[in-house]
Structures are given as C-alpha cells and as structure tokens.
C-alpha cells in the first residue's frame, strides 16, 4: 500500500520562500515519477512539477525559474522548493506517484495512482 506524506507547508509574505517535502512508503522514488500538484479553492487540482525515476524535471509555466522540484531517493522523499513566492501560489499541495513512461513530464492528474493528503501553503501580499 503506497503512503504519501506532505509536509512543511505554511503562511509567508510574497517574496518569500517555503521547502516542500513528500516521505512515502509503498513506492520507490528511483523507479516512479513523482509530482506535485495544487488546488486553490474553487479552482481545479493542477500539475505543479514532475521529477521522473531517472531525474529527469518538468515544471508548469507558472512556477519555472522559480520552483525545484528534487528527491532523495535514500530518504524516499520528495521536496519542493518554492521560491518568490507569490499571492497565486496560495493552494493546498498534493504529492503523487505515477508509473514511469508514456508523457510523464504532461503533469496529467488522471495518471496519478496514488496522492498525499495535501498541505497548505499560503502567500500574502
């Protein structure tokens, strides 16, 4: 049984930064992709990052240049770093295991076998 866990969510000011992290039992991190995912309420569930079984990164439009994603596979943990924060960002986080291969790096949330119970990360202005 796969086991997501999120963590180090919170309240900052934009500009700010916060670190992400995803410990999972159940999965391998060198042999699943890995992403996260957000839901600002009212507002669909949408791909945040991906980081597949190999390394290999994507990120959504809005969060390159700004946002890592990263994992320790050791550890089995997955992190986020979330850096200029800003008001949009404000959203409930989800970790979530896929299978590798076919178009991982499509953040598609249909594909996702397996999610965290979120946590909240929220930016003010």
């Known amino acids: 049984q796969v086991q997501l866990v999120e963590s180090g969510g919170g309240s900052v000011q934009a500009g700010g930064s916060l670190r992400l992290s995803c410990a999972a039992s159940?999965?391998?991190?060198?042999?699943?992709?890995m992403g996260w995912f957000r839901q600002a309420p009212g507002k669909e569930r949408e791909g945040v990052a991906v980081?597949?079984?190999?390394?290999?990164?994507s990120y959504a439009d809005s969060v390159k240049g700004r946002f890592t994603i990263s994992k320790d596979n050791a550890k089995n943990t997955l992190y986020l770093q979330m850096n200029s924060l800003k008001p949009e960002d404000t959203a409930m986080y989800y970790c979530?295991?896929?299978?590798?291969?076919?178009?991982?790096?499509?953040?598609?949330?249909?594909?996702?076998?397996?999610w965290g119970q979120g946590t909240q990360v929220t930016v003010s202005s």
């Open positions: 979530a295991a896929r299978h590798p291969g076919g178009h991982w790096w499509l953040l598609l949330r249909s594909e996702y076998f397996a």
């Open positions: 159940g999965v391998s991190y060198s042999s699943y992709c």
């Open positions: 980081i597949a079984g190999g390394g290999s990164t």
